[in-house]
């Protein structure tokens, strides 16, 4: 339950159950007659009952249903027909707890007879949708669920995700090749050890070894092949990885053991092989699976908050088109809450326009026909009309990608740890065991396969599976215990990159701020927040949501209007903009507001701005104490920025442009220093490319979550702090276990060269080295947290 | 000795029949969601 809990959103616990929404377990007001907080709630239950599937709420674990939210995406442009009298569609789901979500989708789904499949993948959140129709029918179904509290997404199966996919299956297939194997040959090398003393004879035990081989080679063969290729890789580009010294060893023991078995020896290493190929699939294939979750994780959060864009016909209808096919000279009608899918110009309407995502600007931009907007605002106004001017290569964002292309080629450089000590590791390794092999054939004057027995045994007994495990098993680890605080790991080499960090550079927008407005003034008036909230609930503009945020426990007023530019109306009490609301003298005091006007009472003013994370001044504290310097980097204005700055007590820069940006992280590199970026907006993407290591929080943008190594989730900035505890810990582990694989290797490679070991010998040192290995890792889930991340989570 | 000759196949065939298995279940999808097959189960058709 690993995922339900990464999407899992809080839910108001209610003390008395009578006074909580019976669908959604948000508090009702008081004295409130309804079930229900809202219509949608009510709306919810009806379907859940009608349908007779009023079991979930009692199976539903610990969480309760979600407020369901309008259905503000075209899915008809998503599905697809499937020959010529049915349709599919795939869609992303969010609100997934556990299985009762499941089981009710799909019971619900199911009792519609057109719907011939529908199937909720929990682990990555899809659901599968097949009906009798057409396409047009799309949303009717999306929006049925969507009824029940569940957000959607269209569910696009990116190329780079489907081949992850298969190499994960590919990897669990060798493993399980390499495990039959590895135990039905370990049964026969236990009778032939135990046998060893005489009792077993000659005949037998060639007869053993046979059986050995006619399994262990042909599943070396299978299993090996991940290895196999990646050292070949390696070769072929001129260097070498930790897979150049496994190959040579497992394909080294097979032949020579194939030979020993041909003359009728004693000494065949089948077993070791076959089972160091299990050991070293099997950390794989963990490795790649708590990666795998991280990014899959990323991927749906991007997923839910990308969606189509509403392109004006000529006939002056919408219709809905996905991002990618709009065309230069489209116009696009973008609602308040819309966020701009491509780059243009105004062409009607005045608005404001948030572009803290694209510049780091905190305060909205004021736009009108003429001005230049760009993919990734967030129209917080009236409607605008939007003619595209770029689309694809030529947008902003293409040009920051440019720029983080530019930046990501200077972290190539990078070499994985275990990648280094291989380098040097794997020549020692071969030259010892070529002179053992030499030392024998010419001065010890033992027949060659002797001697290339012996050379082997060396090879065997250095295999570096304890050194190929020590590594990863850490980083396993080390990759789930931050993915439960809500950190997850992006990059192989993160965690190693993030442990020799000695310098962060935060963004302010976004990253030490919260990145969207909240309510600052007029929450002292309690009476007349509520009936703002009450209002404000039926509409998705920001400020309105920033008073709901304001006051969650209170119901949504039914029979509100909205008046797009304008506020929402609900009778004769008005929410909205000072014109809106006939308030001639406003105070210009440069914060976003709204007025709330009702009859014989005085008018209120709320006022918004965006706000520091709760912990930002903890957190620029702890990171300070664990001996790193820390530095604020803006696009916004110097006033903005030197207030933040002030209060978290950092040095600042304000007015960067992102090339600025990621020149001054250049320098900062350039000077010696390792620089931890810590940003959210497509501004930030060139600097957190060019730094040493990168992290932004799980609200940043596509182009900017793709670069970072790490995303973290939450209202905390405290992961931050987590993270880099938790990579300077598995830095020094994995070093540990490094010097433990290398330690024993001192002690165990007299013995193989002088002969003394057996294969029974092999397989006791190289399980024991490998669980010493293992057991050291598993330390890293036991250190103390940081008191405060445990308590913001 | 002659029990060999029965036993070591009879214990490859049982271990082949399990690999089979694990590849036919991997094949047909069951180990793509780990964590709903889990829940699944306990809920009834119906």
């Known amino acids: 339950m690993i995922g339900a809990a990464i999407l899992l959103r809080p839910v108001a616990q209610s003390a008395a159950p009578n006074l909580a929404c019976a669908h959604c377990g948000a508090p009702l007001p008081e004295g409130a007659t309804e079930r229900f907080c809202c219509a949608g709630c009510a709306s919810a239950n009806a379907i859940i009952s009608a349908a007779g599937l009023g079991s979930f709420y009692e199976r539903l674990e610990r969480s309760r249903g979600h407020r369901p939210e309008?259905?503000?995406?075209?899915?008809v442009v998503h599905a697809r027909m499937v020959g010529t009298a049915e349709a599919e569609?795939?869609?992303?789901?969010?609100?997934?707890?556990?299985?009762?979500?499941?089981?009710?989708?799909?019971?619900?789904?199911?009792?519609?007879?057109?719907?011939?499949?529908?199937?909720?993948?929990?682990?990555?959140?899809?659901?599968?949708?097949?009906?009798?129709?057409?396409?047009?029918?799309?949303?009717?179904?999306?929006?049925?669920?969507?009824?029940?509290g569940f957000r959607l997404a269209p569910y696009r199966i990116v190329a780079a995700n489907a081949q992850d996919d298969r190499a994960t299956r590919e990897l669990l297939r060798c493993m399980a090749v390499a495990g039959f194997a590895a135990a039905n040959v370990m049964l026969l090398s236990v009778a032939i050890w135990s046998g060893s003393d005489g009792s077993m004879g000659d005949a037998t035990r060639t007869l053993f070894h046979w059986l050995s081989a006619a399994i262990a080679l042909p599943a070396i063969v299978y299993a090996g092949q991940p290895f196999f290729r990646s050292a070949f890789n390696a070769l072929k580009a001129g260097h070498t990885n930790m897979d150049v010294p496994i190959s040579i060893g497992v394909i080294l023991a097979s032949v020579i053991s194939l030979h020993e078995?041909?003359?009728?020896?004693?000494?065949?290493?089948?077993?070791?092989?076959?089972?160091?190929?299990?050991?070293?699939?099997?950390?794989?294939?963990?490795?790649?699976?708590?990666?795998?979750?991280?990014?899959?994780?990323v991927s749906n959060l991007l997923a839910l908050s990308g969606g189509t864009a509403r392109v004006l016909g000529p006939d002056g209808t919408t219709v809905s088109r996905r991002a990618d096919q709009l065309c230069v000279g489209d116009v696009l009608v973008v609602a308040a809450g819309d966020r701009l899918a491509a780059d243009g110009g105004v062409i009607e309407g005045s608005s404001a326009l948030d572009a803290a995502l694209v510049n780091g600007e905190s305060v909205p931009v004021a736009v009108e026909p003429g001005s230049k907007v760009f993919a990734g605002m967030i129209n917080v106004g009236a409607p605008i009309r939007v003619r595209v001017s770029a689309v694809g290569e030529r947008t902003l964002l293409s040009e920051i990608i440019r720029l983080v292309e530019a930046g990501e080629r200077g972290r190539a450089r990078f070499v994985a740890l275990a990648d280094r000590v291989a380098r040097s590791y794997a020549p020692i390794v071969h030259a010892t065991a070529l002179l053992t092999f030499l030392g024998w054939y010419f001065l010890g004057g033992v027949p060659w396969d002797r001697a290339l027995l012996i050379a082997t045994s060396v090879l065997i007994i250095t295999c570096p599976c304890a050194l190929a495990l020590a590594v990863p098993v850490v980083h396993v680890v080390a990759s789930s215990r931050?993915?439960?605080?809500?950190?997850?790991?992006?990059?192989?080499?993160?965690?190693?990159?993030?442990?020799?960090?000695?310098?962060?550079?935060?963004?302010?927008?976004?990253?030490?701020?919260i990145g969207r407005p909240e309510l600052v003034g007029g929450s002292e008036d309690a009476d007349a927040l509520r009936v703002a909230a009450g209002i404000a609930a039926s509409s998705r503009h920001p400020l309105a949501q920033a008073l709901v945020r304001a006051s969650p426990a209170v119901a949504v007023a039914e029979g509100t209007v909205e008046h797009p530019g304008g506020g929402l109306q609900h009778g004769n009490v008005r929410l909205g903009s000072a014109r809106f609301c006939s308030i001639e003298s406003s105070p210009d005091d440069g914060r976003s507001e709204l007025w709330l006007t009702r009859p014989d009472c005085r008018p209120v003013r709320f006022t918004f701005s965006d706000r520091l994370r709760r912990d930002a001044v903890d957190v620029v504290h702890e990171l300070t104490a664990d001996g790193l310097e820390v530095e604020l980097l803006s696009g916004d204005?110097?006033?903005?920025?030197?207030?933040?700055?002030?209060?978290?007590?950092?040095?600042?820069?304000?007015?960067?442009?992102?090339?600025?940006?990621?020149?001054?992280?250049?320098?900062?590199?350039?000077?010696?220093?390792?620089?931890?970026?810590?940003?959210?907006?497509?501004?930030?993407?060139?600097?957190?490319?060019?730094?040493?290591?990168?992290?932004?929080?799980?609200?940043?943008?596509?182009?900017?979550?793709?670069?970072?190594?790490?995303?973290?989730?939450?209202?905390?900035?405290?992961?931050?702090?987590?993270?880099?505890?938790?990579a300077r810990r598995a830095d020094r582990l994995a070093r540990q276990n490094l010097a433990i694989a290398l330690l024993y290797n001192l002690v165990a490679v007299p013995l193989a060269i002088f002969g003394y070991v057996t294969p029974l010998i092999a397989a006791l040192a190289m399980s024991c080295s490998s669980l010493l290995v293992i057991g050291n890792a598993l330390r890293l889930g036991t250190f103390r947290q940081p008191k405060s991340t445990a308590e913001t989570r | 000795m002659d029990s060999l000759f029965v036993l070591i196949p009879a214990a490859l065939a049982l271990g082949l029949c399990g690999l089979a298995a694990f590849l036919w279940a991997l094949r047909n999808g069951q180990f793509d969601d780990p964590d709903g097959s889990a829940g699944r189960i306990l809920f009834d058709d119906e």
């Open chain 1, 261 to 297: 078995t041909t003359v009728g020896q004693s000494h065949a290493y089948f077993d070791s092989a076959i089972t160091l190929l299990f050991f070293l699939l099997f950390g794989r294939y963990l490795d790649r699976r708590a990666r795998g979750r991280a990014r899959q994780a």
């Open chain 1, 637 to 726: 204005r110097r006033g903005a920025v030197q207030r933040v700055a002030a209060i978290i007590g950092v040095r600042w820069q304000a007015e960067l442009s992102p090339a600025g940006k990621a020149q001054s992280v250049a320098d900062l590199r350039n000077s010696g220093k390792r620089v931890l970026m810590i940003g959210d907006g497509l501004n930030d993407a060139p600097s957190l490319a060019s730094a040493s290591a990168s992290m932004s929080p799980a609200t940043a943008v596509e182009a900017t979550q793709n670069v970072a190594d790490a995303v973290f989730q939450g209202v905390s900035l405290m992961p931050v702090v987590e993270a880099l505890r938790v």
């Open chain 1, 482 to 513: 931050l993915l439960r605080a809500g950190v997850l790991v992006l990059r192989p080499t993160a965690l190693e990159r993030l442990a020799s960090v000695d310098h962060v550079v935060l963004d302010k927008t976004g990253t030490v701020t």
């Open chain 1, 89 to 148: 569609l795939d869609l992303l789901l969010d609100g997934l707890d556990c299985a009762a979500c499941v089981w009710l989708i799909e019971s619900l789904l199911a009792r519609n007879r057109n719907v011939r499949h529908a199937r909720v993948n929990l682990s990555t959140r899809r659901l599968s949708l097949r009906w009798r129709g057409t396409v047009q029918d799309a949303n009717a179904y999306a929006g049925l669920v969507a009824a029940l």
């Open chain 1, 70 to 75: 309008l259905l503000d995406t075209d899915f």
